[in-house]
């Protein structure tokens, strides 16, 4: 399945996969078990795993995607301020 550097790191965020770079230049999403797979992107979406989508290189989109990790973790403002309240108020 194809998916976008977003989507990716929300994936990536939640730990049960691992990106890794296809034999033909592409970056796939599979299970943590699976990580030392040789395949391509076209065989990564037949097995059912995702593929980022993106025309970049493969070392820009790991940047991207370590990004996109860090925002996909990162706390919710609103959250936070939702939190703190009812800290406060002892609920």
Not at 5 to 19: F, M, N
Not at 31 to 50: R, V
């Amino acid at each position: 399945m194809l998916v976008t550097l977003e989507k990716a790191g929300e994936i990536l965020a939640k730990g049960s996969h691992t990106a890794i770079t296809t034999t033909d230049g592409k970056i796939a999403l599979v299970p943590k078990e699976k990580e030392n797979l040789k395949l391509t992107a076209a065989e990564a979406i037949n097995l059912m795993f995702y593929v980022v989508r993106s025309a970049d290189p493969p070392e820009a989109v790991m940047a991207q995607l370590q990004e996109a990790v860090a925002k996909a973790q990162a706390p919710d403002p609103a959250e936070e301020r939702a939190r703190r309240y009812r800290e406060i108020r002892g609920t």
